[in-house]
């Protein structure tokens, strides 16, 4: 037991009048919605980076967080393991995420790196059994060390490729040894600072390569998780090859990988490609291929990753209605890939960051599931493509350009405009956000 | 002969030293590059609709363009048609483009439409057998009225998509009729503005199965051209589905087209959607569906289409870059999908507007070309992947996470990152540009 | 009495569970907060111009909405302020804006223009002697004509500042005679498109000149409100002078207007500055300039302005807070220079629109106002700063750079850095909103 | 002597056909343009920080730069000014700028730090008297310890303040000492993260008393340079007080500033507040504040700073357009906040980034400098504005709106737009370009 949160008590459930800074007003796991208890729809996870790893720097300042586990020994990272079980308990949070890299010090040869992450995943096992919080999803950190600095699987130096199947396959090993749900991959460096010095389909190729064999790996050890990418257009690197989720889409069919591997999105990410993030989420529904979410905003007015813990119910009931729509979260869940702003240098700030976060999800969840338990929204959508299901409307899909021209000039139509209802409809909306 | 142009003078090639105002200072259609004339490699097209048909208004004000023949009456769009021909013999233009709507009058009912549309193909085609211009492209404008407000082929309502239909069949034919080279979609209302109200599913596969329509008629009728997807990311719509070339890829994937279609890329559109144009022409011509350009640029600085003339040839150097690595246009050619400012009110500004885009694209296709030639910059790019070509390389990728892992420890592989050479690339570059 | 609402009931407050779509479920009139009336902290003003006199139309097409009232004679222009008075009524809204072009026709000379404006002033001032509906404040439309294509007040030709100098004081006198009580300037076309034409000096002192007469003849005639200038960073111009509030008092400043003029800012051009709306609001209360407000968003994934009605209260409870510290409104109020989506056709569309935006604010408000009266946020940014108070820290405020360093120097200044508490402050704005 | 730069000759000028990437193209420190050498109109400055300071981290990445100088000892950093006063030679560089914390290694105290500082400048003044480079600059590094994390003079702990008063007298006696010709304020976190926890007046106040006790102390000292404020609209902060150049200018005449304190602008802040470079320079210039610039560009893609070198002459041109027409420099010049890419590993590619940034400045000087001299541009420009030099139009700037309107209605004053002609002065552009 560290001393780390020592004044900070267990947050409960106490309801929205409460006046106790550390207590949830609306994350109540044990709550039924539709038929399931929140703490099931909402499936929480901490990421171990932001939370446990993260010094406080930017662009252009440099460490602010002083946490007595800081530094590069395995005792350190087994104190940071043990701060990180203890918040995880004060929130009960039943998920937790982590990189290789967050959890393990770097080691001289990739051996000595394999080695200590195995000695820390049988850390983070043992500390499991005595825990409720389950692994979310593991993933490999591609992007920190030098060696990714012109890419992991798309490096125009193919030894590179090889340190990152061997890096991805330990993850993949640790994720698969801990129970993890889940296996992510971000390509913060796949991508290219300038297209002079790119060649593009060998990257690609590369890349899909590389992303068929983990395919084939999570096969060949039965993981029964998902495989997830995380869609961003660009930061670290200008511009990112899975930009976002209809990129993606294109990228898993051209590699015939479209029925084997899902995505996660982010909310900043999506900000990022000039999307809203429930419109990745409902594209990604929409093909097939909705996996996970990382819950954490942008800034609107920064043009980069602020990775902010959420905290507006109301644009957030955007998003978790589309989840609910697509039919909840499977192997996915509610990841905070969000870091407190480097100012916010107490122990105190970390936990209610958290506290904060879950209980904006925790509300936008509720006005979500009244909505789409009213009914009116859908009916209403069902209504307005209601021609679609005529017969005369499916015939004509069946139907070619001569046929329907001739039926046109039979029939002379003349469409007519019918309200949108665009307005009504967020006034519905809210009234039940 | 109209005297529209009456004072303007036939635009020649005079050389980079001129001082008439009425010259190509660059643009020499004889002049041979890479094997090539000029005027084949850059094909330039006229779009009719901006030059001819749009009064001037902006969504603050209206109308500041007089021109004699704005009107409703086939005299008038034949008046249209004597001025663009003009235009494109002072220009020398190889090829113009046009949608429906800016050649012909609306008509009362579609029947009618289509009657005066086959009226002014007849009337284009006489013109054509006394110019030298042809026709890159044909397209159907099924934006700008009402009946398409909530989409054409993804209109909730299945008398849009037979009118959409009907229309995209008549314009083919007219495209097939004066011998056109491509027929280009532009999807400006193929989107939604809520997600509240729509039907992503639905909107996608009427979408799809509108595009194997004409796909399947381009077959029937012979004809010979690409069909081309101009992707935008928004405006009108807020979301548009064509967003990139890389969404448009997943698009066309999913629905059976990527050997069928190809892309018409816009600079403009390019920027709105995040991406460099040189961006969107390498990632098309990396996916094999590059087919043509709108060489038009937008405002960096405002987040509309603001279709202006190209008047950077540095920028648009890195363009015909990547065409020229491409293997250059097949049928694909370089449309000023262009306007002049609503400020611009004289009838030289029209003229000289597309002298200096003509001028603008010549230089920096020849500085293309020189670097192309020259073989340095190509020969660095491909030294940079070589790796990729041993043997050792190429068994790595038939191989798997494991024996790859195996091979790390056993070599203990530990890559050294080299050196991007970004900006001396850059200084390579700006020697021949 | 005209038939457009016919259907349409006036709405009333019904409460937060209210099923009636035609009825506030935020909004009470006369419910009193902080010791005013809800009606008088929020002042609600329609406009004219979106509500009534625009036809649908978008950068790519053209009019959607049919209206008996559209077109350009003096009997229709009656009948478009019947129907506004009439949607006055139905919302109660305590006041309305207008621009001379919205509520008049053209004519054929500044002379009939401006009788044209006269006569509808005097048919709006009979109206609203029937009406509970005052003025919030007139304005006048400089920007639609193709006169003003290139600046008022700073267009090349002086004949276009003389006309303009005409139409201020046209629409001045008509804001006079109703009864208005703000002015506002705003200057969409007072900017520029290309450096390459302009001269930043003249148009700067020019746009300061009129304005200064602007405010002499606002003392002439004794108007009692106040001028106001609504910034906007750019759209129509590429740039535009009065670009956002702090641009705007530097304006002031330069031309010794700072004590005059005040500013209107819109949610929607605050965020095409970069800014957040609160942003600009707390900015302007910090420089004594804040006058009013137009409540209307934009779109956070479109590059241009949306004016959209206001639709999450969470968001707009930020804006609320700023206005409710800064004592809230004297002149100013809540402006809805918002138009509805072009498919939004049906009369109950344009009411049910102003209803959503209506109870958004209202919400809004009821959480800021919760939040000051708690007083706890407050209480914690004046600790922050409490370190200013001191004798010591007022008495360094009046000394030099060499006092304070041999003071640094002796006491070994070495200060600590203090957490932000960004995430708690979060949490407990989250506990009223 | 270091052997960093060891195989790379001194750079000289060859002329535009040179193959020799270490030579320059078109930079001609001796070549007249308009009766000035070039080394006079450019001045172009080495930034200390960017080249020597900078490990090649980013917001995803450690160090990839090693260069045997890194450390914290003074022997290190007199080895740094060895090698950075090697490079000015090599590249002839007239001028270079500094920060303190770029300089000297931080002390455990203030006095330790100072100290250090104090040594460093005395190596620096030793070194400059056996080079031709000179100080442009020099500045303080407010930004980076976390002393700063909250503001340096706009913190709420005065003691903050007094350690930032002490800090600039250092920085300004360190350039006193070595003859700069300015002294720089950046406010990278002189500004806010989150409105809740931020009084504004406060600190505008304190913000802009700071400021006045720079100009008194620069007085005391009899500092023959100019204090200049670098503009930036945000990053690290959300949002900073110095936006852009309008903003600034407001806030020198809030605090009597106006005539003591101009600007430094550079491109990429520029980019990132919404506006052109050259926007900022025209708008700086017709201010009266113009006082240097940085030149280093952004990515049109990346919504941060990417501080990339200059590399698109033709744009470039557009910026020293508008420094010529305003003069020139007094006492600023041309510095390169510039740095290399992180991949850019080599000492080739530090000297070569230079060399290419220099020859794309000399490139865009050549074609301003042609078309000023030419004068056709300015005619036309002059042209446009000409009714303003008559005497009616100065008279009604003298008059009044009632006196105004009297003339408009007696002179039934219409004005007839004319050609902004963009295009046309764009062609007349790219003749020099
Ligand atoms: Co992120
Ligand atoms: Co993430
Ligand atoms: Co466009
Ligand atoms: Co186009
Ligand atoms: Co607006
Ligand atoms: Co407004
Ligand atoms: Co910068
Ligand atoms: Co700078």
Known sequence: MTDFFKSIPTITYEGPDSDNEFAFRHYNPDEVLMGKRMEDHLRFAVAYWHSFAWPGGDPFGGQTLDRPWFGDTMDLARMKADVAFEMFDILGAPYFCFHDADARPEGATFKESQRNLEEITDYFAAKMEGSKTKLLWGTANMFSHKRWMSGASTNPDPEVFAYAAATVKGCMDATQRLG???????????????LLNTNLRVEADNMGRFLQMVVEYKHKIGFKGAILIEPKPQEPSKHQYDYDVATVYGFLCRYGLEKEVKVNIE???AILAGHSFEHEIATAASLGIFGSIDMNRNDYQSGWDTDQFPNNHAEKALAFYEILRAGGYTTGGTNFDAKIRRQSLDAED???AHVGGMDTCARALKSAAALLADGSLETLRRDRYAGWESEGARAMLQSDLTSITADVLARNVNPQPKSGRQERLENLWNKFV
Do not use: A, P
């Not at 992510?184 to 460096?189: P, Q």
């Open 267 to 269: 909310q900043g990410h």
């Open 350 to 352: 970390l936990i209610l």
């Open 180 to 194: 993890g749900e889940n296996y992510v991959l971000w390509g913060g460096r796949e991508g290219y600072e300038t």
